[in-house]
Each structure stands twice: as C-alpha cells, then as structure tokens.
C-alpha cells in the first residue's frame, strides 16, 4: 500500500533553509526510487531531485544543484529534500513521487513560500 505523505513546507525568508519530508504511510519505500517535483502557479510540474531506491545516486536540476540535498532513511520510511539557500524562485508546492509496475503515485503536496 502506497501513500505518500510530504511535510515540511513553510515560509520562510530568502537565503534560509527547510527541510521536506516525504513518507509512506503503508509499505516500504526500500524498493523505490523516489523523486521531488515541483509547481509554481502557472508553471508546469519540474522535476527537483531524485534518489535511487539505495540511496547511492542522485540527481538535482540544474536550478538546484549545490543547494538542495536529498536523501533517505530506512527506519524511517522517509525521503528527505534539505533546502539551503533558498531564493524566491523555489517558491512552488513541492510534491513526492514514485512509480510502482508503471503506475505513479504522487503525494499531495506542500508548500513553500520564499
């Protein structure tokens, strides 16, 4: 059973940080590859960052690269995005995704205010 859970998202002033998390509240995520979307208003959904289900590689958009760090713990069942430096461009509903047999299956989102 998948259901993703982000947390996290707030106001916060330019040059500050925060810290998402994403969850599942019934299975494992230990399986999955986990990835980091986000939307501003009228903007398409962009991917943010991804993390391979060992947590060995990642991937940052450009736009974030060098300030934005994911990770993942098992005990907790939790996908972290530690947000540094945040510039007002960040400001969007951030949002956690994973595919299982084919099928996406998205959080419901949280928002950040820069």
């Known amino acids: 059973h998948l259901a993703l859970v982000e947390s996290g998202g707030g106001l916060v002033q330019p040059g500050g940080s925060l810290r998402l998390s994403c969850r599942n509240e019934g299975s494992t995520l230990d399986y999955f590859a986990v990835a980091w979307f986000r939307q501003a208003p009228g903007k398409q959904r962009e991917g943010v960052s991804c993390?391979?289900?060992?947590?060995?590689?990642?991937n940052y958009a450009e736009s974030v690269k060098g300030r934005f760090t994911i990770s993942r713990e098992s005990a907790s069942n939790t996908v972290y995005l530690q947000m540094d430096s945040l510039k007002p461009e960040d400001t969007a509903v951030y949002y956690c995704?994973?595919?299982?047999?084919?099928?996406?299956?998205w959080g419901q989102g949280t928002q950040v205010t820069v």
């Open positions: 993390i391979s289900a060992n947590g060995e590689r990642t």
């Open positions: 995704k994973l595919v299982q047999s084919g099928l996406p299956y």
